[in-house]
């Protein structure tokens, strides 16, 4: 049974950095990529940013490009989210995500809509303060 497990939220001010974890389990990830999205209250769940299992290329939303960054830990199966200089609209809940797909990628079109990934995390809560 495949797991993810978000770590690392907390509440910080406007300026702050934050980095958010997530570590997936129960499956071998050979052809699985990763993502994060969020969640506000009262709004819909968005892309945030995901990176390929196979050649690690990344892609971000226009929202936090040059300022969030997602990797790799040492192994595949866990996966990062570095938020420097944060808003109080990043205020939400971090979700990660499994793509069943070796790349985030299909040509120029990139997986970015929730009904696209199949195993979520219970997620973590990051509030910023303004």
């Known amino acids: 049974q495949v797991r993810l497990a978000e770590s690392g939220g907390g509440l910080v001010q406007a300026g702050d950095s934050l980095r958010v974890s997530c570590a997936a389990t129960g499956t071998t990830f050979n052809t699985y990529s990763m993502a994060w999205f969020r969640q506000a209250p009262g709004k819909e769940r968005e892309f945030v940013a995901a990176?390929?299992?196979?050649?690690?290329?990344?892609h971000y939303a226009d929202s936090v490009k040059g300022r969030f960054t997602i990797s790799r830990g040492n192994t595949k199966s866990v996966v990062f989210l570095q938020m420097d200089s944060l808003k109080p609209e990043d205020t939400a809940v971090y979700y990660c995500?499994?793509?069943?797909?070796?790349?985030?990628?299909?040509?120029?079109?990139?997986?970015?809509?929730?009904?696209?990934?199949?195993?979520w995390g219970q997620g973590t809560q990051v509030t910023v303060s303004s």
């Open positions: 995500a499994l793509l069943r797909r070796s790349t985030i990628n299909s040509g120029t079109y990139y997986y970015t809509y929730p009904t696209e990934y199949t195993w």
């Open positions: 990176m390929s299992y196979s050649n690690d290329n990344t």
